[in-house]
């Protein structure tokens, strides 16, 4: 497989050198190639030279089967710029309109809910258009008259290509319920577009349960009712917010994974840790390498090797369970890289055993 890796600003290189070394060892054990390529893009390149990535940086990301990214931003340069001028350049450029994050509490993690909930949660996240399409426009800027317009875009098509995605993981994996949030009362357009379309597309689909949660109902439950969900499809935005409840649920953002798909293939598909560039422990090797590593596993998945992305989920959960290391964000002592040596070394060693 051929693979690019953008470490981009801040802890971003060093969460992603460690997830490179696990897929390093689980392709040595599973004997696979995986050929790696960095590019040194991102915020240092904006200050040098006004510009994230290069122009013809698609061109050049194209070749490739996946991309591995760290992390994007830095305090020098405005967040809107950093992520559209790179983050949203790739998910929209390359047509990943499927955003895939996984909610799961791990053993050996602590959550902050009390109670022994049950939290196991696929979020679906709607990753090409909504409230993040970037149109609109500022009118009669630096007057008392200003007006902000942001438009949101959503499409029947965008709409039902990534419902019926969620509908087919479901069936795929073995889960049993679809729920669509979003916000029909309020949001008389888009929102009950997207209610008609899920609805349709759900009477397609007799053999998986679905309902519709309300989004500010949906971040009640999550905290108080996290078992009630199984697979959860919602819109850019709605889906944005929620996980970064589910991050705090499964233990915090060090272990927020992610995958944006292109599930046509026609464009490489992107993985990334959720946790930003934590540029304040930047350089200090205690980032937590853990949401990294679990989005190879997810890249793994996607580029069909099960077996390998099951050996990296299952050393994380042995690491975490087992052996009780954790970096200084879960309350351990290990470094980034005692971290990702030890799951390194641990999903290798899982691989092996199942060959």
Same mark, same amino acid.
């Given at each position: 497989m051929k693979i690019a890796v953008l470490g981009g600003d801040g802890v971003? #290189? !060093?969460?992603?050198?460690?997830?490179?070394?696990?897929?390093?060892?689980?392709? *040595?054990?599973?004997?696979?190639?995986?050929?790696?390529? !960095?590019?040194? /893009?991102?915020?240092?390149?904006?200050?040098?030279?006004?510009?994230?990535? #290069?122009?013809?940086?698609? %061109?050049?990301?194209?070749?490739?089967?996946?991309?591995?990214?760290?992390?994007?931003?830095?305090?020098?340069?405005?967040?809107?710029?950093?992520?559209?001028?790179?983050?949203?350049?790739?998910?929209?450029?390359?047509?990943?309109?499927?955003?895939?994050?996984?909610?799961?509490?791990? #053993?050996?993690?602590?959550? #902050?809910?009390?109670?022994?909930?049950?939290?196991?949660?696929?979020?679906v996240r709607e990753n090409s258009e909504g409230e993040y399409a970037g149109l609109g426009d500022r009118l009669f800027p630096d007057t008392p008259r200003e007006i902000a317009l942001q438009t949101s875009v959503f499409s029947r098509r965008g709409v039902e290509r990534v419902v019926r995605w969620a509908f087919d993981h479901a069936r795929d994996t073995g889960r049993h319920r679809v729920t669509s949030v979003s916000k029909g009362n309020a949001l008389n357009y888009s929102a009950v577009l997207w %209610? !008609?379309?899920?609805?349709?597309?759900?009477?397609?689909?007799?053999?998986?349960?679905?309902?519709?949660?309300?989004?500010?109902?949906?971040?009640?439950?999550?905290?108080?009712?996290?078992?009630?969900? %199984?697979?959860?499809?919602?819109?850019?935005?709605?889906? %944005?917010?929620?996980?970064?409840?589910?991050?705090?649920?499964?233990? *915090?953002?060090?272990?927020?994974?992610?995958?944006n798909l292109n599930p046509e293939r026609v464009f490489p598909s992107m993985f990334e840790p959720v946790h930003g560039s934590a540029p304040d422990i930047a350089?200090?090797?205690?980032?937590?390498?853990? *949401?990294?590593? /679990?989005?190879?596993?997810?890249?793994?998945?996607?580029?069909?090797?099960?077996?390998?992305?099951d050996a990296v989920l299952g050393a994380i959960e042995y690491v975490l369970g087992d052996m009780r290391l954790g970096t200084p964000d879960m309350g351990g002592t290990s470094t980034t890289t005692e971290l990702g040596t030890a799951v390194a070394d641990k999903a290798a060693e899982l691989l092996s055993a199942s060959s």
């Open positions: 971003g #290189p !060093e969460v992603v050198a460690e997830a490179v070394g696990v897929l390093r060892a689980v392709a *040595g054990a599973g004997a696979f190639e995986a050929e790696i390529t !960095e590019f040194p /893009w991102g915020s240092r390149r904006y200050l040098e030279h006004g510009e994230m990535m #290069p122009p013809d940086a698609l %061109d050049q990301l194209q070749v490739f089967d996946a991309i591995l990214l760290g992390a994007v931003g830095s305090p020098l340069v405005p967040d809107h710029v950093s992520l559209r001028k790179m983050l949203l350049r790739i998910r929209f450029g390359f047509d990943q309109y499927v955003n895939v994050r996984p909610v799961r509490l791990l #053993p050996g993690v602590t959550s #902050p809910l009390a109670g022994n909930h049950r939290v196991d949660v696929v979020f %209610d !008609e379309v899920f609805a349709e597309v759900a009477a397609a689909y007799p053999d998986i349960e679905s309902d519709s949660v309300l989004v500010d109902a949906a971040a009640m439950y999550l905290i108080t009712q996290p078992e009630r969900f %199984d697979v959860v499809v919602a819109s850019n935005l709605f889906a %944005d917010i929620l996980t970064e409840i589910g991050a705090a649920l499964q233990g *915090g953002l060090g272990l927020a994974a992610s995958a350089g200090k090797g205690i980032a937590n390498p853990l *949401g990294a590593i /679990w989005s190879t596993s997810l890249l793994l998945a996607h580029l069909g090797y099960p077996r390998a992305a």
